[in-house]
């Protein structure tokens, strides 16, 4: 296990090479210039912008800017901000923790709702239940998350006033955001494990431990319960990365200040520096989650072995 920890950490330093070179040549090929957004109503002025570019480094060939980036990176140097005149670094840690906040309590939720819902849906398979779940469960998949947070916006904040309408003060504002994050990816996780349970429920050794007697209860949470976990753990484990890194349409309908408005806004006004070392922190995150929901395969499943 060790050793394939060690390797999967050693590929990730490759995938982050691959993912600089890319994210760099994107934002040079993509039309606009930060010079220009942050001169606004000066950039008319070419002796303005020519001085700004030299100060930015814009003038200098491609190639030479992203070596000096590389070599930045190596002594963890993002550089600073364009337009927030703020090392990257710090911005980045400083949103982070509002982000991982939203991402655990929109998973918790997310998981108390889709798991138990799921489990239900396949053992009570075509009742009424597993009906009313399935409807649940592709009414979820199908809505935009900003549609659902507007009206919890709506009944909550405005007519309720349960809640206040966008912006943080405290843990509490947090709720609804977590909530309609909750409620739009705990969908796909009752539709994964239904799926999931209905598949395990079939296999001859579940058939084998209903024949020695066991009660269904032991059977599903003994037999069907662990083994069926692999593909939702698989699933979560994505969808944990994303909300660490892509909650940006929450935040910004919330007027959270998090890292993913901190990148949007990063994109918007063309900020090179901030965009390319938020995208580097985004892909430590998902290569770091992915390597521990490999992980937690070996524990689910002891025939799994990565030595």
């Known amino acids: 296990m060790r050793n394939y920890i060690l390797r999967r950490l050693l590929l990730l330093i490759f995938v982050l090479f691959g993912v600089t070179l890319i994210t760099f040549i994107l934002m040079h090929v993509v039309p606009g210039d930060p010079a220009l957004i942050i001169l606004d109503k000066l950039s008319s002025n070419t002796e303005l912008l020519l001085k700004l570019r030299h100060k930015l480094g814009l003038d200098k060939p491609l190639i030479v800017q992203y070596w000096e980036f590389l070599k930045n990176l190596v002594r963890f140097n993002l550089g600073d901000s364009i337009t927030l005149h703020a090392s990257v670094r710090e911005l980045i840690f400083e949103r982070f923790p509002l982000t991982l906040k939203l991402a655990l309590f929109s998973l918790t939720i997310a998981l108390l709702i889709g798991i138990p819902s799921g489990v239900i849906s396949a053992v009570k398979q075509y009742s009424t239940i597993d009906t009313f779940f399935t409807i649940f469960a592709l009414f979820g998949v199908s809505i935009p998350v900003f549609w659902l947070e507007l009206l919890l916006q709506i009944l909550f904040a405005l007519k309720l006033r349960f809640f206040n309408v966008s912006g943080y003060m405290s843990v509490k504002d947090l709720f609804l955001p977590s909530l309609a994050l909750g409620l739009i990816y705990s969908a796909s996780i009752t539709r994964f494990t239904r799926s999931s349970i209905l598949e395990v429920l079939h296999m001859d050794y579940v058939r084998t ?99």
């Open 209 to 307: 431990a209903r024949a020695k007697g066991l009660s269904e209860k032991t059977v599903i949470t003994k037999h069907v319960f662990r083994n069926a976990l692999i593909p939702v753990v698989t699933l979560v484990g994505m969808q944990f990365g994303g909300l660490l890194t892509g909650a940006a349409i929450t935040e910004t309908v919330f007027d959270l200040p998090g890292l993913g408005k901190l990148l949007l806004d990063a994109q918007l006004n063309r900020d090179y520096p901030l965009i390319q070392g938020g995208i580097i922190f985004v892909a430590i995150i998902f290569g770091l989650s992915n390597l521990f929901v490999d992980i937690l395969y070996a524990f689910l499943d002891p025939r799994i072995r990565y030595d």
